[in-house]
């Protein structure tokens, strides 16, 4: 084989590694080649067999390839596949084989549901509407119910209903309005698996839905692209049941096919452009005309969208190609690409649907092209239609702006959204203060824990976190924001630990910090450092991160409970998890909503603290103002109490007299 006449097909980021897919045509037919000059060469019908397994979970070896999920080893090189990248390797094989229609295949040994799914993903469907019948029909042979698609409003973020299988009277739009704990979890999730629908706390919006469709259970597969949620697709079951890892990737197989459907296949992109190519960045000319189209729409809808600028100092031409790759890998059809030579490259995100979605992009951005281009400083500056700008020429000034900015600061994102650099300094020079408010043991009222509190000193006084964080939301610096809390936190554990404190330390993380697989790793190095024992932190978390990802952030608390620091849950009772999702999460603390403290919510109250003592945790009553309610609290079994009556926050200067003598000013 020649080989420079392999055709780059796709760039499959695993790992923080790059798993190259390329082709070449032969006289005998095409080649598919796994991992570049040293990986393996497939013949069309083995690719074909790979894919079958992969859909599968079955073993399969061939020469120099071996897959026993989660591994794949490709000659002397290994990888992890987790479900999402295996679902893009699965992607891109099937898009690959596709594209060699007329290669003679052999055909698959048996009749399965993989088989039938395989052929339905290469037949050519003009629409979704049209794949529907025939993808519910093999539903409907493996004994389900039938399947329904829902898929965003191109103008709105309402999810309209595209269709059904078996046909039915259709429902009405889901909309965030309505339902606003459901989209957070579709947002955060790939799979959401309900074995019991009507009892499931992340479908209780659409529980009058549920039960005029007649379903017990329901598996529901997230469509996503980098402007947000796209669709979700129901499995659907008439009676509750326990869905499998079988089931799981039948759900994600048929979304597959459909997945292609909606995104049809991209020319090859390339950065160096023969004139036969079509190049992967667009000329400035051209990149300047779509963000003039795209500004005109989202000001004519009244959407948001961002322009990025990147540059990374230092590149050969071998690493600016692999830059542009990299970029190129997280972009949709309506974004745009502008290579600008020494200028580095602009990045026309079309559409901006989420609160932090330009900033999701970027960290993720950063994150590839950090591990694809190692040790090379990179700056990446963001400006928001309207937030920062309303022209053209102003949304290039601000993300020339705050790139340059990154870069003078050694490199990472930038954004000049008035008070995002403030927030930004704020955190980098230690602008930001702590008050610590005291949570008592209701029964001998002994100092049990004090919570940290994040404030920002202003001119016009001190501003509460609840003030300024959807603005730390929506510029990407929760982590920051819970990094420095937790180190300043850590700080005043290890100060007064000589002085024999027992209170522990309380602090609220994100979501965005608890679903980061490298987050217990920094805590333990941060309690390590200060020579502090785990179980001195409590990290307090919200219902609705919990409901966000259940399987994910179950994982990460389990790694954290491990660790040995306690786990809380804040605010119970406003989404309130059903007793079977607790049971599922090691909860040391759940911390009650303040409305259960009044009187005419004593007996949900009572409720309440039963099913936190039947999962093994303590229950501790927020928001306690007056005496008859810290009375009332204690009567109903409380454990723990928080609140005026027993204290305000402090400032740390006056923590000492707080743990010490359980005082504070």
């Not at 990986?39 to 120099?64: C, D, F, H, I, M």
């Not at 600028?309 to 690409?337: H, P």
């Not at 409590?538 to 994910?552: H, Q, S």
């Not at 620091?565 to 040391?588: E, K």
């Amino acid at each position: 084989m020649n080989e420079l006449g392999w055709k780059l097909f796709a760039p499959l980021s695993i790992e923080g590694s790059t798993l190259l897919i390329e082709h070449q045509e032969l006289p005998s037919g095409v080649a598919i080649r796994l991992g570049g000059a040293g990986g393996v060469v497939l013949k069309p019908q083995e690719a074909q067999e790979l894919l079958l397994n992969l859909l599968t979970g079955e073993s399969w070896v061939s020469s120099r390839l071996v897959w026993a999920a989660p591994r794949l080893h490709i000659g002397q090189r290994g990888y992890n596949l987790n479900e999402r990248a295996k679902l893009a390797l699965i992607e891109t094989l099937q898009s690959l084989l596709v594209e060699s229609q007329g290669v003679a295949v052999n055909p698959m040994p048996k009749e399965t549901w993989q088989r039938s799914l395989l052929e339905l993903s290469q037949r050519h469907f003009d629409s979704v509407e049209e794949a529907l019948p025939q993808l519910g029909e093999l539903i409907l042979s493996l004994g389900f119910k039938g399947i329904c698609l829902w898929l965003r409003d191109s103008n709105e973020r309402t999810l309209k209903w595209v269709g059904q299988y078996p046909e039915a009277t259709p429902p009405e739009d889901l909309t965030p309005e309505r339902c606003p704990v459901y989209f957070q979890v579709l947002e955060h999730n790939l799979l959401i698996a309900a074995e019991d629908a009507r009892q499931d706390a992340r479908l209780t919006e659409l529980r009058e839905l549920l039960l005029s469709r007649g379903l017990g259970a329901v598996m529901q597969v997230v469509l996503h692209g980098e402007g947000g949620l796209r669709g979700v697709l129901w499995l659907e079951n008439r009676e509750p049941r326990q869905w499998s890892p079988a089931d799981e990737t039948l759900a994600l197989a048929v979304v597959q096919v459909i997945e292609r459907i909606l995104r049809p296949l991209k020319d090859e992109l390339r950065i160096v452009q023969p004139a036969e190519r079509r190049s992967l960045a667009v000329k400035r000319s051209e990149f300047e005309l779509n963000l003039a189209q795209a500004l005109s729409l989202a000001q004519r809808h009244g959407r948001s969208l961002a322009l990025l600028r990147i540059r990374i100092e230092g590149m050969n031409r071998a690493q600016t190609e692999q830059a542009a790759r990299e970029i190129a890998y997280t972009l949709r059809q309506s974004d745009s690409l502008a290579y600008l030579g020494e200028q580095g490259f602009a990045l026309l995100l079309s559409e901006v649907r989420w609160t932090a979605g330009a900033s999701r992009v970027a960290h993720r951005l950063l994150s590839r092209l950090r591990a694809a281009l190692s040790g090379l400083k990179v700056g990446i500056g963001i400006a928001l239609f309207p937030q920062d700008a309303t022209t053209a020429e102003g949304l290039w000034n601000q993300a020339e702006q705050a790139c340059t900015k990154a870069l003078e600061a050694g490199g990472g994102i930038r954004l000049l959204t008035p008070g995002a650099s403030e927030l930004q300094e704020a955190l980098a020079q230690n602008g930001l203060t702590l008050h610590f408010q005291p949570l008592f043991n209701l029964g001998d009222l002994e100092l049990v824990a004090v919570e940290a509190l994040v404030r920002w000193p202003k001119p016009k006084g001190l501003h509460p976190a609840e003030e300024f964080l959807p603005l730390a939301e929506q510029v990407g610096l929760m982590s920051a924001q819970d990094r420095w809390t937790l180190e300043r936190v850590l700080e005043q554990a290890a100060l007064w630990k000589p002085s024999g404190v027992n209170a522990r330390f309380s602090v609220n993380i994100s979501s965005e910090t608890l679903l980061d697989p490298n987050f217990p790793i920094l805590l333990q190095e941060m309690l390590s450092a200060r020579r502090l024992p785990p179980d001195v932190l409590v990290l307090e978390l919200r219902e609705e991160a919990i409901l966000a990802d259940l399987e994910a952030t179950s994982r990460s608390l389990e790694i954290l409970k491990h660790l040995g620091v306690a786990l809380a849950l804040d605010n119970f009772g406003t989404n309130p998890l059903p007793l079977t999702h607790l049971r599922r999460i090691p909860l040391d603390w759940i911390k009650l909503s303040p409305t259960l403290s009044s009187a005419e919510n004593a007996p949900v109250a009572k409720a309440a603290i039963e099913m936190v003592h039947a999962v093994g945790a303590k229950a501790v009553a927020k928001g306690l103002e007056e005496q008859s309610q810290l009375s009332r609290m204690k009567e109903l079994g409380a454990d723990y109490g928080q609140g005026h009556i027993l204290g305000w926050p402090v400032p740390a200067e006056d923590l000492g007299a707080l743990l010490v003598w359980g005082i504070g000013t």
